[in-house]
């Protein structure tokens, strides 16, 4: 769309939420964590959020969800800040082509994950936040961290998708103790996967969710609330993580079919940016087979489509 057509980006949400609505329940929601398992399957909402400020919402944009592996994000955002780039030591930056949960690259690989936003990766940048810090002040960290960004005091931990995770989590104790075996994990098991269930268990909204990631839209302050987050270079490069890891191997369809950074999260969630317009989120819990939201990306697709916010 030509730059001088002002865009409506209200009638182009409530479009594409008109579009979807008889396809809502799609895909199969996750089941492996119990807790998950119970949403609504026809659960849908969306907010953009853009950089001058403009709010648009569609949906149950202001329903709090599971964000999961969004979380990864965030967490990422801060063992950068409190690490710098020393953290490339512990994990890769390329495209795993494999499920957010597999283990078969970390022996050859030497415990070292492909990219922080697969679960082993994500597992390494948690024990990372973790220097310093009990778990619950490392969660507590977290929990701040989002407050801040969202600016607001509204955003909680569900308990029980913490402990629902915990529960079932074997997969990510196997992991965490096969990293721990090549001495890539500085905190007992216990400790770090205590504060990856509960950074996996934050609650926010669509809303909530597009604000926390404005500053990936926006260079790296947020231009709401005034919040320097990071430098504009880190901005740029957690943002071409997102676009070449941020949906394990659904990363490749959705950068072909979206060419946004985006990051999904097993609850249904996905936050995007798209650089210098808006930040992104979208929630409908049915996932496809890459254990991505299958509503989600496609709502994004069809954004991406009537905005010509992609960055190719
Ligand atoms: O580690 C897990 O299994 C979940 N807490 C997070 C996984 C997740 O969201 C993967 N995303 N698509």
Redesign the pocket.
Known sequence: MPDTQPLDLQAVLDDIYRELTPRLGEGKVADY?PQLARVDPKRFGMAIMTVDGAVHMVGDADVPFSI??ISKVFTLTLALGKHGENIWTRVGREPSGSA??SIVQLEHEHGIPRNPFI?AGAIAITDLVLAGHTPKEAIGEVVRFLRYLADEEDILIDGEVARS?AAT?Y??FALANFMRSFGKLDHPVEHVLGVY?HQ?ALSLSCRQLAKAGLFLAAGGSNPLTKHSVVSRQRARRINALMLTCGH?DGSGEFAYKVGLPGK????GGILVAAPGRASVAVWSPGLNHN??SLLGSLALEMLANRTGWSVF
């Open positions: 964590i999961q592996s957010f949960n679960n995770e989590g997969r990510n269930f996996c394990y999904s999260g097993v609850g254990g991505n």
